[in-house]
């Protein structure tokens, strides 16, 4: 395991344990994807002065299953900043067959939502996708503006939002939020930022068939968590708060190691053939 990836697992480890500060939530009926949102501008990372490369390693060419993805549940219901910040998302990379879309909701002190990326789509050199598009380039970023202290942060992905629209699915970091009722979302702690990725597909490890609990279709899901991954940059004073001095216990230690050495993160690129509106 390289160093680099010890150290992140590291902080995940503490920030399982120690990430989040209590706040209360939105249900998944409070949030409604707006379709008159537009894309705010994408800044290259020449612009920004972003590095995505350190980012990179956890990118890997085909799909790897996350065992025991349970032990990664993010609870966005926590995810609350304790310092004003001007925060920033960046894409790192997607291995999705779908063009993908994300959008962001923060309640508190401050209040609003609005998208992040039309489209999740990547091509060239460093792209894991390579099925279609190239709305973005590896560490292209868009900023939220200024989230004061006291403010909660969600984040939803549209699974192939681009082409299906308002008949998408659309997951939270929020288990609960979710149809099928299913985590799409892990994230880490690294180098001071949060790295967050997400699962794409409807349903189980394999799932195939109608869902009789919901009548929505099982994707096939192969519950990788790497269609589409990005780094949020809420500060350092925050990611030192969220992760906090908590130690978490050994066996907990010991089990992310243990995921690690599968992957931290496998992103896929599947085979089904991607088209935009």
């Known amino acids: 395991?390289?160093?680099?990836?010890?150290?992140?697992?590291?902080?995940?480890?503490?920030?399982?344990?120690?990430?989040?500060?209590?706040?209360?939530?939105?249900?998944?009926?409070?949030?409604?994807?707006?379709?008159?949102?537009?894309?705010?501008?994408?800044?290259?990372?020449s612009q920004t002065g972003f590095n995505d490369a350190p980012f990179q390693q956890f990118v890997q060419a085909e799909s790897v299953v996350l065992p025991n993805s349970g032990q990664f549940k993010l609870d966005p219901t926590k995810l609350n900043l304790k310092y004003d910040y001007d925060v920033s998302v960046y894409f790192i990379n997607e291995g999705a067959g779908y063009r993908n879309q994300l959008a962001f909701d923060a309640l508190g002190t401050t209040n609003k939502s609005g998208l992040l990326f039309n489209d999740i789509s990547c091509?060239?050199?460093?792209?894991?996708?390579?099925?279609?598009?190239?709305a973005?380039?590896?560490g292209d970023g868009v900023k939220l503006g200024n989230i004061t202290a006291g403010t909660q942060l969600d984040f939803w992905l549209r699974a192939d939002g681009l082409n299906r629209g308002n008949s998408a699915n659309i997951f939270s970091t929020d288990t609960a939020s979710n149809a099928d009722k299913l985590q799409h979302a892990v994230a880490y702690a690294y180098n001071n930022y949060i790295l967050l990725a997400f699962e794409?597909?409807?349903?189980?490890?394999?799932?195939?068939?109608?869902?009789?609990?919901?009548?929505?279709?099982?994707?096939g899901s192969d519950r990788d968590f790497n269609d589409v991954?990005?780094?949020?940059?809420?500060?350092?004073k925050n990611v030192k708060d969220l992760i906090g001095a908590t130690v978490p216990e050994p066996s907990v230690t010991l089990s992310m190691f243990a995921?690690?050495?599968?992957?931290?993160?496998?992103?896929?690129r599947r085979r089904q053939t991607r088209t935009s509106n």
């Not at 091509?123 to 190239?134: A, I, K, Q, R």
């Not at 991954?229 to 350092?236: A, K, N, P, S």
């Open 123 to 134: 091509e060239g050199s460093g792209c894991v996708g390579g099925g279609g598009g190239n």
């Open 1 to 45: 395991m390289k160093p680099t990836v010890l150290t992140a697992l590291i902080a995940a480890t503490a920030t399982l344990t120690g990430l989040f500060s209590k706040v209360e939530t939105a249900s998944a009926a409070d949030f409604t994807w707006d379709n008159s949102w537009t894309q705010p501008t994408v800044l290259s990372k």
């Open 136 to 138: 973005l380039k590896l």
């Open 229 to 236: 991954v990005v780094v949020l940059d809420i500060g350092e």
């Open 200 to 219: 794409d597909l409807y349903g189980d490890l394999y799932a195939s068939g109608i869902d009789s609990a919901t009548g929505k279709l099982n994707e």
């Open 259 to 268: 995921v690690g050495t599968v992957s931290m993160f496998g992103l896929r």
